[in-house]
């Protein structure tokens, strides 16, 4: 076999390689963007369990029955473990947001009116445990209701 033809050769074979090469790529890429989305679909289901969870519900309830309109000043102990629950939950779920690691817009969709409510009626509270705690507490939660506002 003379030079040329070996050199065609070589060039037929590192091309095939080449694409071979690509679709490797290109088939991992794909592989990763599927366990990509397995993985947001169980962050979501999750997060959704977690917000969902009876201690969570039950704090949700005891802020909008019980401290909607009430003083600040007034609220129990039990009140203000339920107004942190509430808000740490909300939190959780701005930080997965945030990250992107669930689907910001099904959350806002189903829970926006929940989020705006019960940050609204803590917004006092939020703003007590940022000043003792640092304008860094629960930074996420007001990322979150300003998302939720985004939306109205």
């Given at each position: 076999m003379d030079n040329a033809a070996y050199n065609a050769n070589s060039l037929v074979l590192?091309?095939?390689t080449l694409a071979m090469g690509i679709a490797t790529v290109i088939i991992y890429f794909f592989q990763l963007m599927k366990m990509n989305a397995a993985i947001k679909a169980q962050n979501?289901?999750?997060l959704v369990q977690y917000l969902q969870d009876k201690d969570v519900r039950h704090a949700r309830f005891i802020v909008t029955t019980e401290l909607?309109?009430?003083d600040i000043a007034l609220w129990s102990p039990g009140q203000r473990e339920a107004a942190a629950t509430a808000c740490a939950a909300y939190g959780v779920a701005a930080v997965y947001m945030k990250l992107k690691r669930i689907d910001k817009d099904f959350i806002i969709d189903n829970w926006g009116p929940s989020i705006e409510q019960i940050c609204s009626i803590c917004d006092k509270y939020i703003e007590e445990e940022r000043a003792r705690l640092g304008p860094r507490y629960w930074n996420a939660v007001?990322?979150?209701v300003e998302e939720v506002n985004k939306r109205k």
């Open positions: 590192w091309k095939i979501l289901a999750w909607a309109g009430k007001i990322w979150l």
